[in-house]
């Protein structure tokens, strides 16, 4: 109870409801090649149209990037995603042709080293890198300008005085912008309108009826899906600019006359490169973003099309330090794409590569896909599929329920896989913790083994095991932060024990569990640890196992003897 300096009446309250917390299972990371969209920055998807609309639509260079991804959220509906472009030789289109492109890699990017209208690459430049920008077309006109522009009749009225600049006596400040797919790259319809920015303003300062910024490069900028603007336009006569740097074409100040257009501006943007062939180190250096388990919730990263220098870093450098993803690997498309015969020994020559690990799962390969953007199929790598199924299990079921078999192992969009498996090649895949999907007549295509890479016998060698572990630690530890800077005494302990059980007898009820044992008091939290600051708890669990093997024994016996005669 608080000290009083005189009589009265404390109320005070204690909160005794604290529970151990639900955490997120389903949440993946995904770091690949696309058309567009940002470069290095997470940006989290939730469905295949929305990847299409921040990262654009696959061609013959980023599908199996695309088509992992995609293939995640046809199972969940939450993945983030970080594109990568090879960064030396990546750019943003630009509108002067005789200018040197430039890498604009996001927004932060754009803010840290162009708003500032200095890069001397025309007036506007595409928002993201890629052979996408140069299909863009800008057009701009005002007041003096309008009669004669080619886009007059898809807007309303000219651009002519904004109320603000009216009220401060000022003229001449609004400008229409528009954006065109000048070569159907975007819409597959040549010269279609993408984007229209109506009344915009010249002054800086300038405010629309509902308080935003009216300022015509803000506008743009903030708004537009496709460019960023970079400069002023070079048909303007620029008398009454302020700012030397161009940052501005003026403020509204009282009575201020802004200076017209002396021509339309409309400009083709050039000189994009898309360089969707990013370098082992570019991918490498977007997964180690996803080493922040702090910044970035992520339990399930597929890898797409990896190498084994990229598998090996996913593992080693992301989910080992993390200790709560799985990695989800495919083999090379060489191994098992017209390679019949061998398919088995080069699978595991790919396998026998990557490091032993609970944190990662591998399965055998690829399959064959019908790609609706381009009316062809491919071959894309199965691990966005396997991490998948891993979103599905947690839905339907629990994380500690296996994703493999047929009653939760089904993957979607099949046409038929690159390999098969027969019973003799799973054997030897099995043994070295290589997953085989297998298409069974009638029966579908299904995960048929649920393995992790981890190579000493042990429960952590089964993926719902791992993912049991992940969930125990990931939701206890959290709860447990709130233990920090209490006292390191009977009631904290008693506590801790109260919080954790109910929790774990939950798991027990939902069959992750078939026991459980915690032990949070003096033996373990002995004087030594409390005068180190220390608090140690012992969580002991049995963890349920999947059934992989099933035997079923059959006898037959003769009329006249009884089943208790034999043992049944």
């Not at 509906?77 to 604009?104: D, E, F, M, P, W």
């Not at 979607?412 to 498996?421: E, F, G, T």
């Not at 007549?441 to 993912?467: C, E, M, Y």
Request: proline share 4%; glycine share 8%; aromatic share 10%.
């Amino acid at each position: 109870m608080a000290f009083q300096l005189s009589p009265g009446v404390l109320v005070t309250e204690k909160d005794l409801t604290a529970v151990v917390p639900s955490v997120s299972t389903t949440a993946g990371g995904f770091a690949g090649a696309f058309q567009w969209g940002p470069v290095d920055q997470v940006v989290t998807i939730d469905s295949e149209n929305s990847l299409v609309e921040r990262f654009g639509k696959p061609n013959s260079t980023v599908y199996k990037s695309f088509f992992t991804a995609a293939n995640f959220l046809s199972y969940g509906n939450n993945l983030q995603v970080i594109r990568v472009v090879n960064q030396g030789t990546a750019k943003n289109a630009i509108a002067n042709a005789s200018a040197t492109a430039v890498l604009i890699k996001n927004e932060d990017n754009y803010t840290s080293d162009y708003v500032d209208g200095s890069a001397s690459v025309g007036e506007f430049a595409a928002k993201y890198p890629g052979a996408l920008g140069n299909s863009l077309r800008v057009s701009m006109a005002d007041a003096n300008t309008y009669a004669t522009w080619g886009f007059a009749s898809l807007f309303d009225a000219a651009p002519g005085t904004s109320t603000y600049v009216t009220d401060l006596g000022g003229r001449h400040d609004e400008v229409h912008v528009i954006v065109i797919d000048e070569d159907g790259l975007w819409t597959g319809q040549k010269n279609t309108v993408l984007e229209k920015f109506p009344f915009a303003s010249k002054a800086i300062d300038a405010k629309k009826p509902d308080g935003t910024n009216a300022f015509y490069r803000d506008v743009i900028n903030n708004v537009s899906k496709y460019v960023w603007w970079m400069d002023h336009p070079t048909g303007a006569n620029t008398s009454n600019v302020i700012s030397a740097t161009g940052s501005s074409w003026g403020t509204a100040a009282q009575g201020t006359t802004f200076a017209n257009l002396t021509s339309n501006v409309t400009v083709s943007l050039s000189l994009g490169v898309s360089a969707d062939a990013p370098s082992d180190g570019n991918i490498m250096s977007a997964l180690s973003t996803f080493s922040n388990s702090e910044l970035y919730d992520v339990s399930l990263i597929p890898l797409g099309d990896a190498s084994t220098t990229v598998a090996i870093h996913a593992i080693n450098s992301v989910a080992e330090i993390r200790k709560d993803a799985i990695v989800f690997i495919s083999p090379d498309q060489a191994s098992v794409v017209d390679n019949i015969g061998t398919e088995a020994t080069d699978v595991v020559t790919y396998r026998e590569a990557l490091p032993s690990s609970s944190y990662a799962v591998m399965d055998t390969g690829w399959k064959y896909q019908y790609d609706r953007y381009n009316d062809v199929y491919r071959y894309i790598p199965l691990n966005g599929d396997t991490a998948g199924l891993a979103v599905r299990t947690d839905l339907v079921a629990d994380p500690w329920f296996s994703p493999a078999g047929f009653n939760r192992g089904q993957i979607k969009n099949v046409v038929k896989l690159a390999y098969s498996p027969n019973a003799t090649d799973r054997d030897t895949l099995y043994k070295k913790g290589v997953n085989s999907v297998v298409t069974f007549p009638g029966q579908g295509t299904v995960l048929f083994g649920d393995k992790t890479l981890l190579s000493k016998p042990s429960a952590f060698d089964r993926i719902n095991v791992r993912r049991l572990f992940i969930v125990l630690e990931k939701a206890i530890a959290t709860a447990a932060k709130f233990q920090l800077f209490e006292f390191n005494d009977g009631f904290t302990r008693a506590q801790f024990r109260n919080l954790v059980e109910p929790f774990l007898r939950d798991v027990q009820g939902r069959r992750g569990i078939t026991d459980f044992k915690v032990v949070c008091d003096e033996t373990n939290n002995t004087g030594e640890i409390i005068d180190r600051n220390e608090f140690v708890a012992d969580i002991f669990v049995k963890p349920a196992r999947s059934i992989n093997f099933i035997q079923l024994n059959f006898v037959a016996t003769r009329t006249g003897i009884s089943f208790e005669e034999v043992g049944a």
